[in-house]
């Protein structure tokens, strides 16, 4: 990380405050440009609200977040860690959006700018609280000079600066502005606090965005309010890979409020004057399809397709030993196969943006994840330069990955939808039937998984042959295929903590035209099923305990043992019957650095589990902020155990779509939902991500005390009633 020295690159003033710029440490190739300081040529002043850090007269804070809102507290937890270096008052914090722009707020474990991945936290941990202590230095150094004192002599604490000897004491305003005035330059180092010294980090902040969300202030894209502004819903294909063949716009023309029907790339756009009369003549327009390069197979027929390529060799992600040599002398072993379908991400927000197009140059608002992305992709489609498009990123109702296509689609299509138009500020409206129905789902995943023990019960083998289709090959995150194979695919079950003889881990690449993404926890929500369902199976058939036998497994992962030790202190754990009918199952599972350990107690309600408790316990490192931890992992169980319950995409001989909203893709109910106890092991470790971690464990710990209730293993999601099983 640089902190860069403020007088030389330019110590910027304007509006009234300081500005601490910070670049973040290279992690990529493009995000190689060096970060310079530039006047706002928007407000004529010469300060630009490109760093992270602005402190204003009137000694408020503001720290410009670079990674999206969606709910899962980015705008509260990285304020958090500046406010703590810097000293400040939590009272005194404020929070706006960065611009995209990657040579500043560039996401140093993506290479772009960009949110995902529950690396918002981590990879803000130690430049952000840098920004807070190089801030605060510089205000005490201005002080010294204010009042002709060391600066060894000087405090700062809840935002008030004092020099106890002399009696003099300030808030940030002034100082900031003697700093200004005084050419105070930001030191070349500065010393970041113990975990002894924190005040604020490990405490309960209150959310920044929780009164604006309230009292409906905050702004989203669907509030953007362009002069001229026109709504647009577009016709899409019923099939993937269709496409427009002719189209009859006569109809939607007579309707009130139509002003204009389109062809755009991925269908025929209606330009209207409001959202309903946009609605009513996407329904009028007549459109006949070329499905040529459609997909027309059904979500059976795929199934039976991906599960013959998961029972071949595909490529290997990882190995050791030799498996179909221990499977061959193992005194037991067994086999199973577990099918996934697709699923769709649904946030509570459908995707939507504004575009306001003229002669010079473009204006986006979007909620977007990978606003690098976006801002090349509204650029190239329009013809323009980089330095011609300006996106704003706006707080989102949810994504759980849908706001972060590599293709950039959503953003891409409202280009087009303003570069067919022509000059003019468009809003585009997708309904949650095109969402549910317009792809970009979780793929298809097959795993076959063939497991090996000994005469004492102990595994020997493990085989765990994966299909689907890849969500990167072909996009900018190509570069994270490992050897041919998609790491997004295998992740989870590669690198298990598991310690046996042999193991292989294959992966065959599947095709079809729908369009997949990552979806909460991407390949882990498959991956993590499979593997501790599986792995359960194989300690019942060895005579070991559910969490003996995987503590047997694991002797060199504190970590994991440590969640695991933890949650069965938590649910009094000596077995599986819970009594009362009722019965536990347990799953571990690491991602995104992130150790979680779950059991789930689960009854039979008209042939389907039904989970009425689950424990939690996670470490995720230092707990920035614990209540908001407490949240991402219980919002990330609810989400994950609904799913494993209702959701699927499935596809109909001919391949249309069958689910449409959430009647049909239903959510969890109030009345379905399990009492949650989270518990979060002490750490001194650096903060990982908790918005994903907390979906994986769900569905396996469910599956797990499902089959010590039914005794049959669940294979294929979302569950299904037992006697259809």
């Avoid at 577990?338 to 002669?359: N, R």
């Amino acid at each position: 990380m640089t902190i860069m020295n403020v007088s030389r690159r330019g110590f910027l003033a304007g509006a009234g405050g300081l500005v601490i710029a910070v670049t973040l440490p290279s992690a990529g190739r493009a995000q190689q440009a060096a970060s310079v300081l530039r006047p706002d040529t928007a407000t004529g002043a010469i300060l630009s609200p490109n760093a992270f850090v602005r402190i204003g007269e009137d000694d408020l804070v503001t720290v410009i977040v670079h990674h999206l809102e969606m709910g899962q507290g980015s705008y509260t937890g990285i304020p958090m860690l500046v406010a703590e270096e810097l000293d400040a008052d939590w009272g005194q914090m404020r929070v706006t959006s960065a611009p995209a722009d990657i040579s500043r707020y560039v996401n140093p474990m993506f290479g772009i700018q960009g949110t995902g991945g529950s690396t918002g936290l981590a990879s803000s941990w130690e430049p952000l609280r840098r920004a807070g202590a190089t801030a605060r230095a510089m205000l005490v150094e201005a002080a010294a000079r204010e009042w002709d004192v060391p600066a060894e002599e000087i405090t700062v604490v809840d935002g008030r600066i004092a020099h106890e000897a002399s009696g003099n004491e300030s808030g940030f305003g002034p100082m900031a502005q003697a700093a200004l005035d005084r050419g105070v330059e930001a030191p070349e180092d500065v010393r970041l606090k113990e975990p002894s010294e924190y005040k604020l980090i490990g405490k309960q902040a209150g959310r920044l965005d929780s009164a604006s969300k309230s009292d409906g202030s905050a702004i989203f894209t669907m509030d953007v309010m362009r002069e001229g502004q026109q709504v647009v819903s577009i016709v899409h294909p019923p099939k993937f890979g269709a496409t427009v063949a002719s189209f009859d716009p006569s109809a939607a023309l007579e309707i009130n409020g139509v002003n204009a029907v389109r062809e755009v790339p991925t269908g025929v756009a209606v330009y209207a004057d409001n959202t309903w009369a946009a609605f009513k003549g996407r329904e009028a327009v007549s459109v006949t399809w070329d499905e040529t390069g459609a997909e027309t197979r059904s979500s059976e027929q795929m199934y039976e397709i991906w599960a013959a390529a998961a029972r071949a060799s595909g490529r290997v992600a990882e190995a050791s030993g030799n498996v179909e040599e221990a499977l061959a002398s193992a005194t037991t072993t067994h086999e199973a196969e577990y099918v996934f379908p697709m699923l769709a991400h649904t946030p509570m927000e459908p995707l939507d943006g504004v575009i306001e197009l003229t002669e010079d140059g473009a204006e986006a608002w979007l909620g977007s994840q990978l606003p690098t992305v976006d801002h090349q992709t509204v650029a190239g489609r329009l013809g323009m330069e980089l330095d011609q498009v300006q996106i704003h990123t706006m707080m989102a109702g949810g994504s759980f990955g849908r706001r972060a296509t590599p293709a950039s689609h959503f953003a891409g299509e409202l280009a087009e939808v303003a570069r067919a138009a022509g000059p003019g500020a468009y809003k585009l409206v997708w309904t949650r039937e095109n969402d549910v129905r317009g792809g970009y789902y979780r793929p298809i995943t097959v795993h076959r998984l063939r497991g090996g023990l000994d005469a004492d019960g102990n595994i020997v083998a493990w085989d765990n042959g994966i299909a689907n289709q890849s969500i990167i090959a072909g996009s900018p995150f190509e570069m994270l295929m490992e050897d041919g194979v998609d790491a997004t695919s295998v992740e989870g079950a590669t690198r298990m903590p598991y310690a046996w003889p042999a193991h292989r881990v294959s992966w065959s690449q599947m095709e079809s035209p729908i369009p997949v993404l990552w979806w909460r926890s991407v390949g882990h929500t498959h991956t993590g099923y499979a593997t501790e369902t599986f792995l359960d199976e194989l300690l019942e058939m060895g005579g070991k305990d559910a969490i003996a036998g995987r503590l047997e497994l694991i002797q060199d992962s504190p970590r994991d043992r440590g969640v695991l030790e933890r949650v069965a202190d938590m649910a009094n754990w000596s077995g599986p019957d819970a009594g009362n009918g009722r019965m536990l199952g347990v799953a571990l599972h690491e991602s995104f650095s992130t150790y979680v350990a779950m059991i789930a107690e689960v009854e039979e309600r008209n042939g389907m589990p039904h989970t009425t408790r689950m424990w939690c316990a996670v470490d995720c490192g230092i707990a920035v902020n614990p209540d908001v931890v407490v949240s991402q992992i219980e919002g990330g169980m609810l989400f994950g155990l609904g799913t494993a319950m209702f959701n699927e995409i499935t596809m109909a001989r001919g391949g249309e779509i069958v689910q449409s909203n959430w009647h049909d893709y239903r959510m969890l109910r109030i009345n379905e939902q399990p009492q949650i106890e989270v518990s979060i092991i002490d750490s001194s470790e650096a903060p990982t991500g908790v918005g994903e971690p907390g979906t994986p464990p769900v569905a396996p710990a469910v599956g797990n005390a499902w089959r010590a209730l039914t005794g049959r293993t669940p294979r294929r999601l979302p569950f299904q009633p037992v006697s259809a099983v």
